[in-house]
Every structure is written in structure tokens, then in C-alpha cells.
């Protein structure tokens, strides 16, 4: 056995990322132009600088440059042979066997980047942007309170991984302020709608990932070829306003009250660094058809928390405590669904799991049900309570996967929530 990879770049045990992660993400240093980088610890390896040296120059990269733009696709779109050459080339580089970066200061100047130092961009163009509803618990959850428990699943849920298509021009990274958004809202017992700001906005605690090369149209991806189209995960919140909602969304689903902002985490952990957390599938009961039924389908164990942090509150606190094992489908089923009617995927389309609740209930994973719509109150350690996220909440999402004696971990997904314009 060999001994465990280790990197002459000091990386705590509690970091999300040391050298068994390396997830890619889109870094400006000041003053410079955007490129593309890998975490390690808290510092950015930058890729494009490793390119300009001619690191990158096997096979797998067909003879193009994509670490110096201000996104990933080009490098999404050349597949997993590029990405896994990619991350053994960094793993060597990074090493504590490997002189070229570990004894040459000059080049380690060059090539290295503190993260405070710089600004995290959005990691992909993002073309297409779905968002499926694959936790049966949520799914539970939301139908109970709208058709009570018996009708709460809609008869076609266990057969379908349901989705519907959201919008990728209001997806933002990590950091960015969310504007409390105004729309059309019916008060249960008024005759006409009202106009203003949403009075019960959400978060939605969600995973996404990252479509790499894509299918041509016509030409759907078989299940057991899906995972090949997947380059890694990102933390996701789908924030939501409930109310403009409740009213929008018969009969063709959401609208204005989830394209308004919907932020993701930085940082892309590839599916070779999540490799070691698979899981089995929950079980599926009725089996799915046969194009949603892969040989060795699986899932990750992702531990997931939400953090509430009001103005008044010093620390956040956690209000959510899930797992992305909840997710009833996986993701080769999402894809393969996706494409199944010829629908063709490009890369840098950011498919979402919907929102991650578990069975217990600490584990949901939105406002909405942690409070059943507001019914239960949430109460903070510092006396104050939440039906819905107020002005000046902070919300942070963030995941990892737990190794023996090191992390792979997401980072996290932060926004603030500020008063809505006039
Ligand atoms: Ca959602």
C-alpha cells in the first residue's frame, strides 16, 4: 500500500481542502485578469501560470489552453481524461517527493495565491440552469402541507426524478447580496392579489453540479455513461419567496419567486475527489424504468449544515443539519433523465438537487419546513425567532466529507439578505 498523499503546502486536518480535494474554481487576483486555480489549504495554485510552463501539454488537452480565461468550459469541455490528468499532474507537483514548486521560491511566488488576497468569481458560464426535487423527505414535506400526508407525493415522483428549468442569468457566486425581491402576492382570505416585497423569503439548502463535455442533440446519455458527463459538485441555495410562490405556481411551477437570485460556492469539487464518500442508493421502491436503472449507481456521503447569522448575533448558528445521501435519485438518474428525450447538455449547465432534507427534523433543509410555514417559529440563542429570513440574515451553507484525518470539503455559500428597492 502506498503511503497517504501528503504536500509540502502545511494543511490542518479541519481544512476543506487539502491535497486529496484540489477542487477548480475561477480566481481574480487584484488588478489581474480572472484564470483558473485549485485550492489547496488557503492558498490557489494558478493553473494558468502551470500552463504558460508547458505542464498541460499531453494528449488529454488536444493541444488547447484553458486555465488563463475567466471560466472553465473550455477545460470542462475537453471531459474526464483532461480532469483526471489534470489532478495527477497537481498531486505530483504539490507533493512533498516533488522539487519543482517545493524548492524553487521564485516559481512558488508565481504560481501561488492567498485566498484573502483575491476575489472568487462565478467557476462556469453558465448556459442552463435545472433545478430537480429529488429529496423524498422534502418532497414529503411541502405535498403534506399543501394535500396533507396521504396525497403528499405526486404519483409521478417515484418515477421521475421531477425538475423544472430555472434561470441562469441570476446565478451568482458565494458573497454576493440578496435583494428581497418584490412580486405578486394573494393573502389567503383578500379577493385580489397584492403588490410588494416578499414577506416570507427562504433559503433552499441544495447541491449542484457541473455538465462537462455534453450530448448533441437527439442523443441521449445512456445511465451508465452519465457520471462520464459530470465534472464536480457545488453548495447551492435556491433562495425563495413563499409567497409570491404560493400564488405563481399552478399549473406550470416556479417563476419570479426563485429566478430572482440563486447563489452557488466557488469552489468545484470533482467527482475523483469524492471518489473514497460513495455511497449505495437508498432503495427504490417501485424499481425505475429501465434507462433510469444503472449498474452501479450510487450517491456520496456529504455532511451539510446551514448557518443562520442575524445582524444581531455574533456566530452563526446552525439550523440545518443534513446529508446528501437523503437524495432519493442520484445524479447519473438526473442526467440520464435530462436527456433522455434528446435534450442536449453543454458544458457549464448546472444541474441542482432541489432542497436536501432527511428524515428527522433538524435535517430540513429550508424555512419552510423547519418552520412549517411559519407555524413554528425558530428560536435563535440569542431570544429572537424566524418565520422567514429578515432583512440583515446572513445565511452560509456549507458541506464536506469526512477522511480519515483530512476533509474534502465545499468551502461554503454565503449571502446576506439587504431591503428590497422601492
Ligand atoms: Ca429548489
Request: a negative charge; aromatic letters at 10%; proline letters at 8%.
Amino acid at each position: 500500500m502506498s503511503s497517504p498523499l501528503r504536500s509540502f503546502i502545511e494543511v490542518p486536518a479541519d481544512s476543506h481542502f487539502p491535497i486529496q480535494n484540489l477542487p477548480f474554481g475561477v480566481f481574480q487576483p487584484k488588478q489581474e485578469k480572472p484564470r483558473v486555480g485549485v485550492a489547496i489549504g488557503d492558498l490557489i495554485v494558478d493553473l494558468s501560470v502551470l500552463e504558460e510552463l508547458d505542464h498541460f501539454r499531453s494528449p488529454e488537452f488536444q493541444g488547447q489552453e484553458v486555465f488563463s480565461g475567466d471560466s472553465l468550459n473550455g477545460f470542462l469541455a475537453l471531459g474526464r481524461p483532461a480532469w483526471r490528468k489534470t489532478r495527477e499532474i497537481l498531486q505530483r507537483l504539490l507533493s512533498t517527493e516533488t522539487p519543482t514548486l517545493r524548492d524553487d521560491t521564485r516559481l512558488r511566488e508565481r504560481v501561488f495565491h492567498a485566498q484573502k488576497d483575491v476575489m472568487m468569481k462565478l467557476p462556469a458560464r453558465i448556459g442552463n440552469y435545472t433545478d430537480f426535487y429529488s429529496s423524498y423527505y422534502h418532497a414529503h414535506n411541502v405535498g403534506t402541507m399543501l394535500r396533507g400526508p396521504e396525497n403528499a407525493l405526486m404519483p409521478n415522483w417515484k418515477w421521475l426524478p421531477v425538475a423544472y428549468h430555472g434561470r441562469a442569468s441570476s446565478v451568482v457566486v458565494s458573497g454576493a447580496d440578496v435583494r428581497r425581491p418584490h412580486g405578486q402576492i394573494k393573502p389567503p382570505d383578500a379577493s385580489a392579489p397584492i403588490f410588494g416585497p416578499t414577506k416570507s423569503l427562504d433559503y433552499e439548502l441544495e447541491m449542484a453540479f457541473l455538465v462537462g463535455p455534453g450530448n448533441s442533440r437527439g442523443e441521449p446519455v445512456p445511465i451508465d455513461r452519465a457520471v462520464d458527463q459530470v465534472f464536480g459538485l457545488v453548495l447551492m441555495n435556491d433562495w425563495s419567496a413563499r409567497d409570491i410562490q404560493a400564488w405563481e405556481y399552478q399549473p406550470l411551477g416556479p417563476f419570479l419567486a426563485k429566478n430572482f437570485c440563486t447563489s452557488i460556492s466557488p469552489w468545484v469539487v470533482t467527482l475523483e475527489a469524492l471518489e473514497p464518500f460513495r455511497k449505495p442508493l437508498l432503495l427504490q421502491d417501485p424499481e425505475p424504468l429501465p434507462y433510469l436503472r444503472g449498474t452501479n449507481d450510487f450517491t456520496y456521503d456529504i455532511q451539510l449544515e446551514a448557518r443562520l447569522q442575524t445582524s444581531s448575533m455574533n456566530a452563526p448558528h446552525v439550523i440545518t443539519r443534513t446529508n446528501f445521501q437523503n437524495l432519493y435519485w442520484s445524479i447519473a438518474q438526473q442526467l440520464a433523465h435530462h436527456t433522455v428525450n434528446g435534450c442536449n447538455l453543454e458544458p457549464g449547465d448546472l444541474l441542482a438537487s432541489g432542497t436536501i432534507s432527511g428524515a428527522t427534523e433538524e435535517s430540513r433543509g429550508c424555512m419552510l419546513e423547519l418552520t412549517w410555514r411559519g407555524a413554528n417559529p425558530l428560536k435563535l440563542p440569542n431570544g429572537e425567532t424566524r418565520k422567514w429570513l429578515e432583512d440583515g440574515d446572513t445565511l452560509t451553507i456549507t458541506g464536506w466529507c469526512q477522511g480519515e484525518s483530512y476533509r474534502v470539503g465545499f468551502g461554503g455559500v454565503r449571502g446576506k439578505i439587504i431591503a428590497s428597492g422601492v
